[in-house]
């Protein structure tokens, strides 16, 4: 519930409404709705589809509904990590190369002893 709270918050602040504005909307009071936003309060189908609704949006996809802005974010740290993890690739190869040439000299040195 508070995953779901936390993006009705977020399409509220997308649209500049207040908690008092979409109270009145849903004709709830202000601490109820302020319940739903904290994930204080289960909220039943009937109150999603309102939700819903008031956000122009099918139940799904509002229990879907991911910000944009994180998925941004996300995706970057997607790119970070994978620009990281070919640095590291390409210094295995590296270290890799290195235990091959000693490993030869140490396969030499003992064929001239």
């Keep these: 519930m508070k995953l779901l709270g936390k993006k009705i918050r977020l399409l509220r ?15 709830i009071s202000i601490p109820a709705f302020s319940k739903i936003e904290t994930g ?6 009937s109150r999603l589809e ?3 609704a008031l956000f122009d949006m099918s139940v799904v996809q509002l229990l879907t509904y991911n ?17 990281k993890l070919r640095e590291r690739e390409s210094e295995v190869i590296d270290l890799q190369k290195k235990v091959i040439e000693l ?7 003992k064929s001239f002893a």
């Design 13 to 27: 602040h997308q649209k500049g409404w207040s908690q008092e504005d979409v109270a009145k909307q849903l004709d």
């Design 40 to 45: 204080i309060t289960d909220v039943n189908l």
């Design 50 to 52: 309102q939700v819903s």
């Design 67 to 83: 910000d944009p802005e994180q998925e941004v974010k996300n995706a970057s740290d997607l790119e970070v990590a994978t620009n």
């Design 103 to 109: 490993y030869e000299e140490i396969r030499n040195s």
